[in-house]
């Protein structure tokens, strides 16, 4: 299985899971179609769907244009309401359902955020277990052993810290970041409290322009892991095997 990182920033977000048979799950609609085309050759015809976190744009802008290219797409009901779209490819699930999509086993639960947001745990026999969760202050769940992470490391407290004590920070600002996303403080409890025998390895996804470290965070999540840790740039390319050989 691998994992394309189409995008992960305030400017749109979207990843790719594709098989060896050439099947693909879409994370997000926050990049347009064409450009999922692209990374998988125009070979449409195996995508399976796409699962949609939240309503907003940077993750749910082009829906509709999948929708209308044919593309089954998974979210909540209040995603769908929020976008003000209707369509027959539009799949409303609720939390903590499973449905199957293709090749691809997902579970949907709830994240916190400023709008109805879920988290994915995805199952696939090439990769086992994938866990993904964006745009939430904390998540209340454990998994359990789970083979690879995609989790939002958006900002680091101290450089907060340091930015509204210059003045660079907009406290208004701050406050809506620190109640709608994940620090790495958190990221790192929330991968500490599961069993990580199993973890093959951690992506950090939707890091913060000028509230982050790429280099830093990296380095803090495979100390405290033991795990590789890879950031979701744009372009980023890596295997998600079950088993770390």
């Known amino acids: 299985m691998i994992l394309t990182c189409l995008n992960s920033d305030s400017s749109g977000n979207g990843y790719l899971l594709t ?21 998988i050759d125009y070979n449409t015809q195996n995508i399976n769907g796409v699962i949609i976190s939240h309503s907003h744009l940077d993750h749910a802008k082009y829906t509709l244009e999948y929708a209308n290219a044919g593309i089954k797409c998974y979210s909540s009901k209040e995603t769908f309401d929020n976008l003000g779209i209707k369509h027959h490819n539009l799949m409303p699930v609720q939390a903590n359902f499973t449905t199957r999509i293709g090749d691809f086993t997902v579970g949907s639960f709830d994240l916190t955020h400023d709008v109805k947001n879920y988290g994915y745990l995805i199952k696939h026999e090439e990769c086992g277990s994938v866990i993904f969760i964006t745009d939430t202050f904390y998540c209340k ?17 101290q450089i907060i810290e340091e930015r509204l004590m210059n003045g660079s ?14 620090s790495i403080e958190t990221a790192k409890k929330l991968l500490l409290a599961n069993d990580l025998s199993d973890t093959v390895s951690v992506t950090l996804l939707h890091l913060s322009d000028g ?25 980023m390319i890596i295997n998600l095997n079950v088993n770390s050989f």
């Open 141 to 157: 769940y454990r998994f359990g052993k789970i083979n690879h992470y995609l989790i939002e490391a958006n900002h680091d407290q």
């Open 19 to 39: 098989g060896s048979k050439g099947q693909s799950l879409i994370i997000e609609a926050g990049i347009s179609f064409m450009t999922v085309k692209k990374a």
């Open 211 to 235: 509230n982050s470290n790429a280099k830093d965070f990296k380095k803090q999540i495979e100390e405290a892991t033991g795990k590789p840790t890879y950031i979701a740039d744009k372009g």
């Open 169 to 182: 920070l907009n406290p208004a600002q701050w406050n809506r970041v620190a109640e709608n996303h994940m």
